[in-house]
């Protein structure tokens, strides 16, 4: 079987998957931000933490509950880490450095998971399971909680309030996140990722030393790390690491747990909204994206430019012979077009185009389809954007769902489209300006440029991929790319249920022979164009100066 096959095979497996799995787990999660009713063991949480599920919030309050739920996070994760020498469990390991525990406690209660540091060597069992993996569950919550309160604000009407951000919070975790991640562990295990609490070992000699490694609940973290969009790795290679992501099955399975929550998301915001079309036409504009983007990367990974390439049916620079170009390929684009951050090959090797098309997934906000709930709230920013464009050519007031698309609406959801861009070219032209940073650059000229590039990006976007090449371990960069991470992440949350309060108190507009109908295909055709558009317009002098440039030179 050709590579090329092969890897349009996967692609094909992983998309039936995916269908079979979005009506029900859609259905269910409407199911689950709808019920009055609470779980026993949800009562036992609420109680413990002193909150009332049953209290409606307005919008400040769900948004105070957010920040402050992450705040405490970041300081627990932080001092969890400054102490770790003094923990059982450890591995010998010390305490983090300041710099570098502020950086991995924005990471993970950010969902963004960067990691500038070896997993494998600084981070022993208490911390791991204690810490960055408990955060991989409640971070992943607090985005798909934020998401379900846009979408109350589009079904509800004349009142602010959002639901309860403590029952959001918990009913995610409890219900969805944790049921999923069992049963994808159990899955892991049996194909072969390790799950144990195991010390060091020496595996090896080699060139007169040793080769070490320590063991630790791998496979647990793996599906939550995935299934939440969160990307850290027990070790270092990440993905790539044979304890993480042994063979084929375990890469494609991995993929199917990225994607599985945001797309289904799109069926429970029409089950909300009270019209599965609605819900149809995000997913054809996500569904459009995401394969637009595979199939270009893997024609670039798959293009042949010399007798090296043929023989190995393709790029196979930085890849795993396990996976091959196009299971690094579809890898890739899941994680760069969700907030996931995982890697199954090593992204600075991809060929120039290819590693333009992996920082343009992130540039696009993460949205097709996205990050758990992050996904879901940005393509519903951007379809308002799209109303409101189709609204000036046509002269009408702009209408999405019922709801007017006034002043205010436009003002918030244009706050959250320049956020993130202007975290991420500030920051970098701040990096390349001051003489320190670009010592970190192992590359120059396009390819160094777009390491930096790419290390905000990934960071404001709260993807937590990296181009590897670059040495963030630095003060620098771990208190400059933390800030990145905690603004990218919170400020857009702001808006989004700042917006999400505006509509919900909004009296229903009814559909007239004028209105557009945001359920149609010429919509969704909208609604990409305007993505790539605004994208593209917003990005592209830097992405000319780095990943275009150093393509077309090669």
Sequence with gaps: MSPILAGVLQLLALIAALALAYRPLGDYMARVYSSPKHLRVEKWIYKAIGANPT????????????????????????????????????????????????????????????QSYYGEQAMGHVVQTGGLAVQNFVSA???IAVAVALVRGFA???????????ADLVRGTVRILVPISVTGAIVLVAAGAIQNFAGIHEV?????????????????????KELGTNGGGYFNANSAHPFENPNGFTNLFQIFLILLIPFALTRTFGRMVGSLKQGYAILATMVTIWIGFTALMMWTEFHHGGPAFDVAGGAMEGKETRFGVGGSSIFAVATTLTST????????????????????????????????????????????????????????????????????????????????????LCFAAAAMALPTPVNSMTNSGAHGFSEILYAYTSAANNNGSAFAGLNADTQWFNTTL????????????????????????????????????TNKPLFTGLLVGTILIITGLTYFPALALGPLAEGLAS
């Design 341 to 424: 951050g995982a890697v199954n090959s090593f992204h600075s090797s991809f060929t120039g185009f290819g590693g333009g098309i992996t920082m343009l997934g992130m540039q696009l906000g993460e949205i097709a389809p996205g990050g758990t709930g992050s996904g879901l709230y940005g393509m519903l920013i951007m379809a308002i954007i799209a109303v409101f464009i189709a609204g000036l050519m046509v002269g009408r007031t702009p209408e999405y769902l019922g709801k007017k698309i006034g002043t205010r609406e436009i003002k918030l959801a244009a706050c959250y489209i320049l956020i993130t861009p202007a975290l991420v």
């Design 141 to 143: 919550a607090v985005g």
């Design 482 to 517: 933390g800030l990145a991470m905690l603004l990218g992440r919170f400020l857009p949350m702001v808006f989004v249920l700042a917006l999400a309060g505006s509509l919900a108190e909004q009296k229903p507009v009814p559909a007239t022979a004028g209105t557009l109908r």
């Design 55 to 114: 209290a409606e919030m307005r919008w400040p309050a769900y948004l105070r509950g957010v920040l402050a739920f992450s705040a405490v996070s970041v300081l627990f994760l932080y001092l969890l880490q400054r102490v770790q020498g003094s923990l059982p469990g450890s591995l010998g390991f010390s305490s983090i450095d300041p710099d570098q525990a502020f950086n991995t406690a924005a990471s993970f209660v950010s969902n963004t998971n960067w």
């Design 204 to 224: 090896g000699q080699f060139m007169g030393g040793s080769q070490q490694w320590n063991g630790g609940a791998v496979a647990s973290q793996e599906a939550i």
């Design 156 to 166: 509800r009407s004349r009142t602010g309030e959002l639901g309860n951000f403590w």
